[in-house]
């Protein structure tokens, strides 16, 4: 594979309470991507995409303070960021729905993260939506 040149790489800030988590997500997205932040908790990837202004926002649903889908809907109503993708352990469907009406177009299960997580983030970034293969549509 080659590595994309630093006009197409898309900037990133990551937001996981795992911190081994977060360093197999940036060995997995570095190659690719521009990570400009990692965070562990809501409060702190509010902060970081109103400070930073990434393409593409990464984070997982469950973190301390605030929790994803909350940081998202504050993001993305706000304008600090267009495009969103949750990454979870999690494939329910009220929190599926949840997620979309919050305005999400991307949700990664962690599982499936290695095969499609760099695939959400371009898809969603061009203004489609993604959706893991194991989620229910």
């Known amino acids: 594979m080659v590595a994309p040149s630093p ?3 898309l900037r990133l800030v990551l937001a996981d309470d795992c911190p081994a988590l977060i360093d197999e997500i940036v060995a997995l997205l570095a ?3 521009t990570i400009l932040d990692c965070v562990g908790d809501g409060t702190r990837l509010v ?3 109103n400070r930073l202004h990434p393409d593409v926002v990464v984070s997982d649903i469950n ?3 605030l929790n994803g889908i909350d940081a998202a809907r504050r993001l993305l109503d706000g304008g600090a960021c267009r495009a969103f993708v949750l990454l979870t ?3 329910d469907s009220l929190l ?3 997620a979309v009406d919050a305005g999400i177009r991307g949700f990664v299960l962690k599982a499936d993260a290695g095969e499609e997580l760099s695939q959400a983030i371009r898809d ?3 203004g489609a939506t993604y959706f893991s293969r194991g989620i229910s549509r």
């Open 124 to 126: 969603v970034f061009a």
């Open 7 to 9: 006009a197409d790489r």
């Open 96 to 98: 599926v729905t949840a």
């Open 63 to 65: 973190m301390p303070r």
């Open 89 to 91: 352990v999690n494939n």
């Open 47 to 49: 902060d970081a995409v």
């Open 31 to 33: 190659p690719e991507h």
